[in-house]
């Protein structure tokens, strides 16, 4: 298993850095100027040219590329050109944030999704399916802003349950944290649910067709243990791939959550980086998620192996 | 299940109710501030975080006259070249150095000389400085310069300790310290911004709050709803289009004040080949622009009648706004005579580049309708800020929907727009007699004489038109009914001197 993780981290390398070039030429062609804008409503030529001058933008962006990787290769990311703190510092702040609001909503996703897609598998056809159908094509449907601007009417300003928006640190307090994430999280994880509902549905009704299936059903093992030993924990393999792939969708869906409850996460710093011409943080965070998208990809391959462990000998 | 159920909401409420403590004051932003350095900042949010943060050497008031804040008083040498300032005695800065005349001295030197300032051009006329006594420091200009006051109560004037400025350097923003009525206490980005109260302010008995809190929220709907929810206790810039709903509302209060800037059509007139179209050549073509415009219809239909029709770089109500020319009713057979003259009987085409936000390209929409009455037809190329300012700036487009935010004194809002080189003059406008009557009213400390000068220059801008003025914003602040005493202000700042809350 760890010759395994250790071959993929290898082969990860290269990715990550065919990803940085990507972004820093792709940025640098972005129409719009980040020195301008930087240099406030005045514009003084003096202070453009200072500016240019400090953040190294008069040199060929080849060179720009090869001082930043430099730099990034001994653990320093740069400075945000809005604010001056370190690129690292600024996500190391974020990326809790945003790993938290994600949790959430994958296990708001899981507890909805999973047993979903179970039970309309196992009551194909019924009015059980159906409803189960209907509620996920419409979790797919409503789009993250609206819902999100709906429950806070509802739940904050209507019933004052929950706080419309804002952040609480989850180490400083807890209850706080979480009441503050439930709304948002919850918004993130319906469109998930759905996509994970479907999923296991389809896996599922293949699974409970099979031969082991019907031998379990033949030797006179309970139902409930026939579904859930037998059944779903086959057909969880492709569902986890579904949720490693999911966890893409779930960082793209935390930019637009992140900016309707105004959580100060990662997808919110993006934004705003990108708006700004903040070079140096949108370079830095593009850099952290490709990394954890890769990891969360060798996670989910190992993921496999223990769900079955055939797949080793591959 | 059903009592836990109710003992879980039971708990979820009471730890909820905990949390409001009546002395923070907690007051929603439209945008996140950049950098809390003021010599290198340029949002108009962090100015209002300023406003708590760093005192000026003067101040304003609601109707713009300048007054004494740290400096007790000045004075200018007969011909406006040397300009004395008295300070306020025993104030300290939030690290507990003291505020002298040595402070000002070294406050006016990084504005102007701290390689990262912002702030060059606005003391460009400061040549030196002279520590007088601890209290009095005398400046001296190259050429008489009647706006540097009016920098002096902007972010130009604020004063920062000299030995954190020091010991900071570039980094000054992550940490401020200056003599405001309250001191930096945390920043989380784009999450929140927490000041506390200074135990040794010189006018701490006018400040009631332990504790405020800047909150960036930047979707306006959910800015309010927080407000509704008791999660802020006011906020800035609310939409004009949820004014009737705050109105309407029994726990909400609502100021207003209009704003110091602008909104308008910048035309392309001289800035590199895209100037050579017929709006860009033809005046005539931009004044009948102006005249298809019903600029009261366009605040009405946008903005629900809230903000302020303008036809100058001064709303109606500034005592700059010249009054021979008022804001124009709308007038589509003069337009039509007007582009007919200028030989576009047929009609003409122009391409408006617009910000990509929902209200700029609203306001431009109805522009764009009205303006088609007249046989002016206008392309939309929305496009995202960055882009929008560096097509501007390079003169890569034709005509631009733009503002400015506008300044106390009125070279701030015409000066660089109109002049011959001028550092903002994006559409390359150059006119010799403009160029001297702006000069000219900077020169003076004679309101009378520089509003006579102005009255002049405004006469011909009107003619040539290089901007097609629309409309003025008016500042929006809703507040929770227990906040009393806030004033508002027209440079938009939020001053909390004198503000406080019920329980």
Known sequence: MLAFIGRRILIAIPTVILISIFVFTLQHLLPGDPIL?????????????????????????????????????????????????????????????????????????????????????????TWIDWLANIVALSGLSVPNFWLGIMLILLVSVKLGWLPASGYMPLSEDP????????????????????????HTRSAMLSVLKSDYVRTARAKGLRERVVLVKHALRNALVPVVTVITLLFGELLAGAVLTEQIFTIPGFGKLVVDAVFNRDYAVVQGIVLCTGIAFIAMNILADAAYRVLNPRMSDQ | MQ????????????????????????IGLQEDPDVLDPDQSRTFVGRIVYASLCDKLVDITPQLEIIPMLATGWEWNAD???????????????????????????????????????RKSEVSSVESWEVVDDTTIKISLAAPDATLIAQFADRAGMMLSPKAAEEAGEEFGLNPVCAGPFTFKERIQQDRIV????????????????????????????????????????????????VPSVMSDDGLTMEKATSLGYQGITVNVGNGDRAN??????????????????????????????????????????????????VP???????????????????????????????????????????AEAGINISLTAK????????????????????????????????????????????????????????????????????????????????????????????????????????????????????????
């Open chain 1, 37 to 125: 804008v930087m240099a406030g409503e005045e514009r003084d030529p003096a202070v453009i040219e200072a500016l240019r001058e400090k953040y190294r933008m008069n040199d060929p962006i080849p060179v720009q590329y090869l001082a930043w990787a430099g730099a990034a290769l001994q653990g320093d990311l740069g400075i945000s050109l809005r604010t001056q703190q370190p690129v690292l510092e600024l996500i190391g702040g974020k990326l809790p944030v945003t790993i938290q609001l994600a949790v959430m909503a994958l296990i708001i996703a899981i507890l909805i999704g999973i047993p979903a897609g179970v039970l309309s598998a196992y009551r194909k056809g």
């Open chain 1, 175 to 198: 209850m706080q944290s979480i009441k503050v994430m439930l709304m948002p999280a919850f918004v993130l994880g319906t469109a998930i649910a759905a996509t994970l509902m479907r």
């Open chain 2, 3 to 26: 009592t836990l159920k109710t003992l879980g909401l039971a708990a979820l409420l009471a730890a909820s109710s905990g949390l409001v403590h009546a002395q923070d004051l907690r």
């Open chain 2, 80 to 118: 406006g070249t040397e300009l004395t300032m008295t300070l306020r005695d025993g104030v300290v800065f939030h690290d507990g150095e003291p505020f002298n005349a040595e402070a000002v001295a070294y406050n006016l030197n990084r504005s102007k000389n701290f390689e990262l300032s912002r």
């Open chain 2, 195 to 242: 000041l506390e109260k200074f135990a040794d302010y010189y006018r701490a008995d006018e400040i009631n709050f332990d504790s405020v809190t800047f909150l960036p929220i930047p979707d306006t709907t959910v800015r309010l709803a927080n407000l509704r929810a008791g999660d802020l206790d006011m906020l800035e810039r609310l939409a004009a289009t949820d």
């Open chain 2, 277 to 326: 179209t017929p709006i860009g050549t033809d005046s005539r073509v931009r004044r009948a622009l102006s005249l298809a415009i019903d600029r009261a219809a366009l605040n009405q239909v946008v903005f629900e009648g809230a903000f302020a029709a303008g036809n100058q770089p001064y709303p109606p109500d500034s005592p700059w706004f010249n009054t021979a020319f008022p």
């Open chain 2, 329 to 371: 009713e709308r007038d589509v057979e003069a337009a039509k005579a007007l582009l007919a003259d200028a030989g576009f009987a047929d009609g003409v085409d122009v391409e408006v580049q617009v910000a990509n936000n929902p209200v700029q390209t609203q306001v431009m929409q109805v522009v764009q309708a009205m303006a």
């Open chain 2, 384 to 503: 995202e800020f960055a882009t929008l300012l560096s097509d501007q700036s390079a003169g890569d487009y034709m005509a631009s929907q733009i503002g400015w935010s506008g300044r106390v004194d009125p070279d701030g809002n015409i000066h660089q727009f109109m002049t011959t080189g001028g550092g903002i003059n994006d559409s390359k406008y150059s006119n010799p007699e403009v160029d001297t009557l702006l000069n000219e009213a900077r020169l003076s400390n004679d309101t009378a004489d520089r509003k006579e000068k102005y009255d002049a220059a405004l006469a011909i801008l009107q003619e040539d038109s290089p901007i097609v003025y629309l409309y003025h914003q008016v500042w929006i602040w809703a507040l929770d009914n227990n906040v009393l005493g806030f004033v508002p202000y027209p440079d938009g700042m939020i001053r909390l001197h004198g503000v406080s809350m019920t329980e």
